[in-house]
Nanobody, 126 residues
Framework: EVQLVESGGGLVQPGGSLRLSCAASGFTFRNYAMNWVRQAPGKGFEWLSSINSGAGSTSYADSVKGRFTISRDNAKNTLYLQMKSLKPEDTAMYYC???????????????????RGQGTQVTVSS
């Protein structure tokens, strides 16, 4: 059974930083691209970032480019999202998501995933 468990969210002031983690199990993590998406209150899902299985390629939404960094540790089956210069508009539930197909990555793909975790809340407020 695929399990994705996010952690690291919380309340942070504007301009602050947080690092989210996603612990993966139930599949061969190192074979799949991974993604981060978010959903703000009353809004649809927004794709944020993707990383290929080997961590050599990444892509970002314009809204977070230069502020967020996706990474992964295949030895620990863990995905990360380092967030800096946080803004109130970054307030949302953040989810990690598993790519659909093994050994596939496209920098143009946006919602190419089949499983999503339960999410971790990030609130940016003074």
């Amino acid at each position: 059974e695929v399990q994705l468990v996010e952690s690291g969210g919380g309340l942070v002031q504007p301009g602050g930083s947080l690092r989210l983690s996603c612990a993966a199990s139930g599949f061969t993590f190192r074979n799949y691209a991974m993604n981060w998406v978010r959903q703000a209150p009353g809004k649809g899902f927004e794709w944020l970032s993707s990383i290929n299985s080997g961590a050599g390629s990444t892509s970002y939404a314009d809204s977070v480019k230069g502020r967020f960094t996706i990474s992964r540790d295949n030895a620990k089956n863990t995905l990360y999202l380092q967030m800096k210069s946080l803004k109130p508009e970054d307030t949302a539930m953040y989810y990690c998501a598993k790519g659909r197909r093994p050994d596939y990555y496209s920098k143009y793909a946006r919602f190419d995933y089949d499983y999503r975790g339960q999410g971790t809340q990030v609130t940016v407020s003074s």
